[in-house]
């Protein structure tokens, strides 16, 4: 899923984004041989399946790809639900903690989440090294799926406790990036799956992406702080452009921020305020985009203004343990370029994901164009050169050539042209939403009645994937009425 590339699509990662959803106990008996050992007091059990490494090339290796199952409202004949967490750890709560187990019980449907190679513990190779990694593609993930999809219509035995009759239908579902993937393995394989529902799903990639800190602020202009704050931001730029020591000097005092040039800076300043405040955003939360405003009041200089808010910011919020050693991409992204290769070994999700960003998606979080007439929110200097830098020194050769932002639409958007049987929910206040088939300015695909686009009025990142409770908001509750109407109608 953020935060150069990922730490939205990501990472944070739907196991953040789904929404702040303690992971229920899973059963720690698994069978790595394949088929889940019988626990009658756990709902959701684990268990491996054996994939190639590379499914359409020279090395026929295997390795072992874990996925969770809960069987609780599972009877004959009812469908398969699958999910996978895309580049989080798989855990119980994409099989007992989403809406769509809500939807299984209601269809006596099979929960299944499945983990992407090289994120957790299926790992197809012994460490991240870039000459390893050249196994991390989009079709070979995608492939992944498809065969877990063959077996179970094959040999559901192998695979589960309870009997899966060769003809279930089989809908993928899924949020962020694993929205991306559940569209694409409809299209990809329309014999294998008879529906997706693909929430905030980033199918369209930038190379320069500057609109998620559009997103911010908007929101930061509502609460009436967002011209302010970007000229903080431009009188910050003043100061780091200006070659002046003493002048980099005091940014460094005021923001508590180290680095030996102002680049690096500017970076440090950018991971505080995008790691504390924009992911806040996504989670649907504005307590911090309210306190963010408080800063702005009462005459204060724009930049003093500036530099408390994203101190408070980075005090005042409490980042998930999973993430803490690396708020966002860009920390690791200069953690790395420092380490050349890096920390090579396994169970890396940010190493995985930048590499994911380096050879796919890119969508490098940048200020806008210096010649347009877009407000920035954060500096010039975070530029697209900075980000792709670190792609070489931490992958070497495997990540040559570099993301083709047009290349990569045109087939990855492109192949969802015409497919049916796929819902897309959008969160009107997304701050990934431009990624999506709904961007700010406008659908990237027909809204059809075979494929339907369903916008959220004041939601953000994959609100409909979140259990159901009363406070749903009621563009989130329609939301999920209608995909739930559409789903039961597909697999009919």
Same mark, same amino acid.
């Given at each position: ?81 699958i999910l996978t967490p895309g580049e989080s750890e798989v855990s119980a ?18 929960m299944v989440a499945i983990e992407h190679r090289f994120f957790g513990n ?67 394989? #329309?014999? !294998?799956?008879?529906?997706?529902? $693909?929430? =905030? @799903?980033? %199918?369209?990639? &930038? ?93 204060? #200089?724009? !930049?003093?203004?500036?530099?408390? $808010?994203? =101190? @408070?910011? %980075?005090?005042? &919020? ?101 497919? $049916? ?72």
């Open positions: 899923m953020s935060n150069i590339c990922n730490f939205w699509r990501g990472l944070a990662l739907f196991v953040i984004l789904v929404c702040s959803i303690v992971a229920s106990p899973v059963n720690d008996v698994t069978n790595r041989n394949g088929k889940p050992s019988p626990s009658p007091a756990n709902t959701t059990v684990a268990a491996w399946i054996t994939q190639p490494i590379d499914h359409f090339g020279a090395n026929n290796g295997t390795w072992r790809q874990q996925y969770m199952v809960n069987d609780k409202y599972y009877k004959p004949g009812g469908p398969i639900y709560m994409y099989t007992e903690d989403t809406h769509f187990v809500s939807l299984a019980s209601e269809t006596n449907g099979l299926s790992n197809p190779m012994p460490d991240l090294s870039g000459a390893n990694l050249k196994y991390l593609t989009l079709e070979n993930t995608l492939e992944d799926f498809a065969r877990f999809i063959r077996t179970v219509k094959t040999n559901s035995s192998s695979l589960f406790q309870k009997a899966v009759p060769a003809n279930s239908k089989i809908v993928f579902v899924g949020g962020s990036y694993g929205g991306a993937l559940a569209a694409w393995v409809r299209a990809m394989y #329309p014999d !294998l799956v008879t529906a997706a529902w $693909a929430s =905030s @799903a980033p %199918v369209f990639t &930038y190379i320069d992406f500057y609109h998620l800190d559009q997103a911010l602020g908007r929101h930061l202009t509502a609460r009436g702080c967002g011209e302010l704050f970007a000229r903080g931001v431009k009188e910050l730029d003043a100061i780091l452009l200006s070659n002046n020591s003493s002048g980099l000097d005091s940014v460094r005092k005021m923001f508590s921020v180290t680095g030996s040039t102002a680049q690096d800076v500017a970076v440090g300043i950018t991971s505080a305020i995008t790691g504390t405040v924009n992911l806040p955003v996504m989670l649907n939360g504005d307590a911090l985009d309210q306190s963010v405003c408080s800063f702005f009041e009462n005459s204060v #200089p724009p !930049l003093t203004a500036y530099s408390k $808010a994203v =101190s @408070a910011a %980075v005090k005042g &919020y409490a980042m998930p343990q999973a993430i803490r050693p690396y708020r966002n991409m860009a920390v690791y992204r200069r953690d790395m370029a420092a380490k050349s290769q890096g920390d090579l070994s396994l169970n890396q999700p940010f190493r995985s994901w930048y590499y994911i960003c380096c050879k796919w998606f890119s969508d490098w979080q940048v200020a806008p164009p210096k010649d347009s007439n877009i407000t920035a929110y954060r500096s010039q200097l975070v530029d697209r050169e900075y980000w792709q830098g670190g792609c070489q020194s931490s992958f070497g050769s495997s990540v040559h050539p570099l993301t083709d932002a047009t290349e990569h639409n045109r087939r990855w958007l492109g192949m969802l042209k015409d497919v $049916a049987n796929i819902y897309y929910t959008v969160g009107e206040l997304d701050p990934w939403r431009d990624t999506t088939v709904a961007t700010v300015d406008g659908t990237l695909l027909s809204n059809t009645a075979s494929s339907p686009i369903f916008v959220m009025n004041g939601a953000t990142h994959t609100q409909d994937m979140q259990p159901d409770t009363a406070y749903d908001l009621n563009s989130v509750r329609m939301a999920k009425q209608m995909g739930d109407s559409l789903i039961k109608k597909w697999i009919a």
